[in-house]
């Protein structure tokens, strides 16, 4: 499959860009997504491309495919769910999912259960995408990991891609997919490179983890840019002589437990890493499973590594104190080595 | 009118009898609003969303009775087959879009109906009702806004029956004008009465016409009243009105209002509407039977239409 090397961030632009010259429905929604062209530049051009045409507008100055939003979570994602019950298929762009907190009444109370409440009667092809976890210094409104709550919510789908060509295959997947899928980009990854495949077909099926790199005496098991983080502790595991797995779990729900298990089974030993605050975070429910499932493979406790129980922090010394590195990847392996 | 009428006292009997659990929120009282509005409609092209006293909005939009009576009693024949309830009523295929139960949530949804239909060119209009106590919710202050800005055919019909569950329009609206809520958005809005039927309809195709044709949102403020409970659980209303009050707004009765027009004008004589009302009832009593006939869920079912495309993990 011939690729091309591109951003995280081109990555999600070019599968939007594809699916919206693919199929009139597809439309965007959010804060500053138009003519501010995205608070991370993930839209960056879709307005000129999509909004300006004279037949686009639905009244002057709105462009009707790049829908520039009021600052109103629960407004945007509420409207979106409307236009997706009647066969639209709304990608809203949070500015942070953090701000995705707002509209948690419409994306859990409503969207979730729509599709359940009607006995099938409607669908809502809807993607609430955006960063999620802790950038620069934003402190302690802006840094949140919120996957793990939506991943408890029965109706939603959850994808958290850590590369470049796993971003672009999900949404192509997300944007396809007749159920409300929350798709979240660590903003920490917006920057880094990778070979995505050409092909404009190019997808990824949701419930399929990744195995990041191979290896025999544990697993790692992450998702999104702690991905990342287990592969440079691997690396660094590997110069003391132990082979460690990393297994990119990418779909958080539906999850894909054989694949998870089947690596537990291999090597007997794992730490489930992820940035969200500790305590109820998603990998607590990867690591219970894994317990509960796997208890005659494992010759250790499942050991966990989480962000800090405490608010984001502003200061550098302190947030980078709060989010899961390599050394705490490492203190974790040790502990059950 | 009449068979609203009816049909909710048997959803209320249905209640009663142990056959309907939950919430269940009766329209009694307020017949001639929806009566008024949704026959002004193209109705199965036009979309239709209201909150959780939605029994009235089915009807008339022309779902089976049988299976909204069957919905209300959790039944594998009602609209979505015993998964929504009383308050979850919808009937998609004729454009009837619920029953939602968080007060002032389903408004933005409403709005997104109309901007599809906006975004595809079609000339839709869409009635987005909603009660008094919604009409406070940030949520839909937020519809209101960009409905406007995006100019959608969105009406929004605030039912005013007076009371947000069991608070007085006065005691939750600072101001009691709700229509008012249009204003600072630009859009057209004005108070009207839901009680008088022929009035209703007037104002209401005068409505739907300007707002088809001129593509832009419009609120409306439809004063009514409900001679029932807030819910089939709400068993102690002296808690927020008097008996007298409830006497006093039953002289404006829509049904009786409607009688009398239909008699003193020899429309129709005390008889015949006598023999209508019984054949009307005895309909809505077929309606309740046929639907207690229908059977409960399988278990089996409960993972059902989660997601369109898989099932969720089972066991507990």
């Not at chain 1, 607590?284 to 894994?290: K, T, V, Y």
């Not at chain 2, 001639?32 to 909005?57: F, M, P, S």
Request: glycine share 10%; net charge negative; charged share 25%.
């Amino acid at each position: 499959m011939p690729t091309i090397e591109m951003t995280y961030r081109d990555a999600v632009r070019q599968a939007m860009v594809e699916e919206m010259d693919a199929n009139p429905d597809v439309f965007l929604m959010g804060e500053d997504i138009g003519r501010y062209r995205g608070t991370f530049r993930v839209t960056e051009g879709l307005y000129d491309k999509y909004g300006v045409e004279k037949n686009d507008f639905i009244v002057p100055g709105i462009a009707r495919r790049v829908v520039d939003t009021p600052i109103v979570e629960p407004g945007i994602v509420g409207f979106a769910i409307g236009a997706a019950m009647v066969g639209l298929r709304p990608i809203v762009e949070m500015m942070t999912m953090s701000f995705s907190i707002l509209a948690l009444d419409q994306i859990i109370n409503h969207a979730a259960k729509i599709h359940y409440m009607t006995a099938g009667q409607a669908k809502v092809p809807l993607v609430i995408r955006g960063p999620g976890g802790a950038a620069n210094q934003l402190s302690a409104q802006h840094s949140h990991s919120v996957e793990g709550w939506y991943a408890h919510v029965p109706g939603l789908k959850v994808v958290a891609p850590a590369t470049p060509a796993c971003a672009k295959g999900l949404l192509r997947t997300a944007i396809r997919d007749d159920n409300p899928v929350i798709f979240t980009e660590n903003p920490g990854l917006y920057g880094i490179k990778g070979d995505v495949p050409e092909d404009r077909e190019f997808s990824i099926p949701f419930g399929k983890a990744r195995i990041a790199r191979q290896g025999t005496d544990l697993s790692l098991i992450a998702y999104s840019r702690m991905v990342h983080v287990c592969l440079a502790a691997a690396e660094q595991l590997a110069e003391r002589g132990i082979s460690a797995e990393v297994v990119d779990v990418r779909s958080l729900l539906p999850l894909d437990t054989e694949t998870i298990f089947a690596s537990v089974a291999k090597t007997h030993r794992a730490v489930v890493v992820y940035e969200d605050w500790k305590n109820g975070g998603y990998g607590a429910e990867i690591a219970a499973r894994i317990a509960e499932e796997c208890f005659d493979d494992l010759d250790a406790p499942v050991g966990r590594v989480g962000g800090l129980n405490v608010p984001m922090p502003y200061s550098r010394v302190l947030e980078l104190e709060c989010i899961p590195n390599a050394d705490d990847v490492l203190a974790a392996v040790n502990k059950i080595a | 009118m009449l068979f609203i009428r009816h049909f909710e006292r048997f959803s209320e009997r249905a209640y009663r009898q142990g056959k309907a659990g939950g919430y269940l929120h009766v329209y009694i009282g307020m017949e001639a609003l929806a009566v008024g509005w949704l026959t002004q409609i193209r109705q199965g092209y036009d979309y239709v969303i209201t909150a959780y006293r939605d029994h009235a909005h089915a009807l008339l939009l022309g779902s089976d009775p049988v299976a909204c009576m069957a919905e209300i009693m959790g039944r594998r024949g009602g609209l979505s087959r015993g998964k929504g309830g009383s308050m979850h009523l919808y009937d998609i295929p004729r454009g009837f879009f619920g029953g939602w139960g968080i007060v002032g949530g389903h408004t933005p949804l409403g709005a997104g109906l109309a901007f599809a239909s906006k975004y595809r060119g079609e000339d839709r209009v869409t009635l987005n009702f909603l009660g008094d106590g919604a009409a406070n919710a940030g949520v839909f202050f937020e519809s209101l806004n960009m409905a406007a800005l995006y100019e959608v055919p969105c009406i929004f019909i605030i039912e005013n029956n007076e009371f947000a569950m069991g608070t007085r329009l006065e005691y939750h609206a600072a101001d009691t004008e709700l229509h008012k809520r249009g204003y600072p958005f630009g859009m057209k809005h004005e108070r009207l009465d839901g009680m008088d039927l022929l009035q209703v309809r007037q104002d209401a195709k005068r409505i739907i016409d300007w707002v088809r044709e001129n593509q832009k949102p419009y609120l409306v403020e439809v004063m009514t009243y409900r001679f029932v409970g807030h819910g089939a659980a709400d068993n102690d209303q002296t808690l927020y009105r008097t008996k007298d009050e409830v006497e006093s707004a039953r002289q404006r009765d829509p049904i009786a209002l409607l009688m009398d027009y239909l008699t003193s004008n020899n429309l129709m004589t005390r008889e015949k509407i006598e023999a209508i009302d019984a054949e009307t009832e005895a309909e809505a009593e077929r309606v309740y039977e046929e639907a207690d006939d229908s059977p409960h869920p399988d278990p089996s079912e409960v993972y059902d239409d989660v997601y369109s495309d898989m099932t969720p993990e089972v066991g507990h």
